[in-house]
C-alpha cells in the first residue's frame, strides 16, 4: 500500500487548506488512517484519526473545532480540512495507514505506513 499526501502550500492565518491522502494497493491492509505533523526541531505529533469504515473521529486538542478529518471509501481518500490556520499550525503534514486498534489511534506507533509529507505554512 503507498500513500500520496496532498494539498500543502502557504496561507495566511485564519485561512484554510485541505490536505488529501490518496491510499493505493492492498487497501484492505488499512483499517484506520490518520495524519501527524513536524515542525521544525520538534517530534512528529498527532493531529487527527479516522477508522477506515467510518465511526469515530480523533483530535488533538491543539486542533479540535478547527480541523476535520473525513474519508471518501470510493477514493481510497482521507481528507484533511483545516480552517482558522495558525502560524503554530505550520509544519510538515504526514497521512498515516495501518490497522491501529482503538488506544493506539492518536499514536505513530498504531501505524505502519506513511506518506511521504506534505509542507503548511501559515504566515502571520
Known amino acids: 500500500v503507498q500513500l500520496q499526501a496532498s494539498g500543502g502550500g502557504l496561507v495566511q492565518a485564519g485561512g484554510s487548506l485541505r490536505l488529501s491522502c490518496a491510499a493505493s494497493?492492498?487497501?484492505?491492509?488499512?483499517?484506520?488512517m490518520g495524519w501527524f505533523r513536524q515542525a521544525p526541531g520538534l517530534e512528529r505529533e498527532f493531529v487527527a484519526a479516522?477508522?477506515?469504515?467510518?465511526?469515530?473521529?480523533y483530535y488533538s486538542d491543539s486542533v479540535k473545532g478547527r480541523f476535520t478529518i473525513s474519508r471518501d471509501s470510493a477514493k481510497n481518500t482521507v481528507y484533511l480540512q483545516m480552517n482558522s490556520l495558525r502560524p503554530e499550525d505550520t509544519a510538515v503534514y504526514y497521512c498515516?495507514?495501518?490497522?491501529?486498534?482503538?488506544?493506539?489511534?492518536?499514536?505513530?506507533?498504531?501505524?505502519?505506513?506513511w506518506g511521504q509529507g506534505t509542507l503548511v505554512t501559515v504566515s502571520s
Open positions: 494497493g492492498r487497501t484492505l491492509n488499512i483499517n484506520g
Open positions: 479516522i477508522r477506515w469504515t467510518g465511526g469515530p473521529t
Open positions: 498515516a495507514g495501518g490497522r491501529p486498534i482503538i488506544s493506539s489511534m492518536r499514536t505513530r506507533g498504531g501505524y505502519n505506513l
